[in-house]
Nanobody, 122 residues
């Protein structure tokens, strides 16, 4: 498994932007599909975005499509989530995850970070 550490969360006003980063340990980062999930209080963890091994393919949840952008830098063992036009309903703990196949369910990912809080005020 790969070790993941998220950063970049914080408090932002509606309409603002944040960029999350997730640093991975190990030499096999490029062999993982990477994804971002989020979990709001009292709700289940939900898929946000994923990116393929070489960054040739990305996929987004409908709720963030057109506002969020996932990217990765395999040389730096890091995956990013650029979040623009943030809304109060984007408030959640955001987690990065690593897995072996292009999929959206949480069960498809076997390595998780500790999460970073994103709070969007209205």
């Amino acid at each position: 498994q790969v070790q993941l550490v998220e950063s970049g969360g914080g408090l932002v006003q509606a309409g603002g932007s944040l960029r999350l980063s997730c640093a991975a340990s190990g030499r096999t980062f490029s062999s993982y599909v990477m994804a971002w999930f989020r979990q709001a209080p009292g709700k289940e963890r939900e898929f946000v975005a994923r990116i393929s091994w070489s960054a040739s393919s990305t996929y987004y949840a409908d709720s963030v499509k057109g506002r969020f952008t996932i990217s990765r830098d395999n040389a730096k063992n890091t995956v990013y989530l650029q979040m623009d036009s943030l809304k109060p309903e984007d408030t959640a703990v955001y987690y990065c995850a690593a897995g072996g196949r292009l999929s959206t369910p949480t069960a498809a990912y076997n390595s998780w970070g500790q999460g970073t809080q994103v709070t969007v005020s209205s």
